[in-house]
Nanobody, 121 residues
């Protein structure tokens, strides 16, 4: 199995920055796409950003130009650098990974437990 441990959430003022991290561990053969999702109060979970194994990235329109997703394959870790934060970025942020477990025939989807990000003055 694959375990995902997120960190880096917290409370910041509007205009501030945070960096989220998500480290994958376990019987990992390979990791494909890594993504960040978020779920704000009273909202559905939405995709924030994705990075493929080839380092191609995709962002939600609402975060383009402010957020950057990147990964360290040696550490099986994905990051989300969040700048110019707005109150509407307040949400629980979830890491999502497509990974192939040793012995499996193909990738499966795994979720982290979530980390709270609160933007408030």
């Amino acid at each position: 199995q694959v375990q995902l441990v997120e960190s880096g959430g917290g409370l910041v003022q509007p205009g501030g920055s945070l960096r989220l991290s998500c480290a994958a561990s376990g019987s990992i053969f390979s990791i494909d796409a890594m993504s960040w999702y978020r779920q704000g109060p009273g909202k559905q979970r939405e995709l924030v950003a994705t990075i493929t194994a080839g380092a191609s990235t995709n962002y939600a329109d609402s975060v383009k130009g402010r957020f950057t997703i990147f990964r360290d394959n040696a550490k099986n870790t994905v990051y989300l650098q969040m700048n110019s934060l707005k109150t509407e970025d307040t949400a629980v942020y979830y890491c999502n990974v497509w990974a192939t477990v040793v012995g499996d025939l193909g990738p499966r989807n795994f979720w982290g437990q979530g980390t709270q990000v609160t933007i408030s003055s």
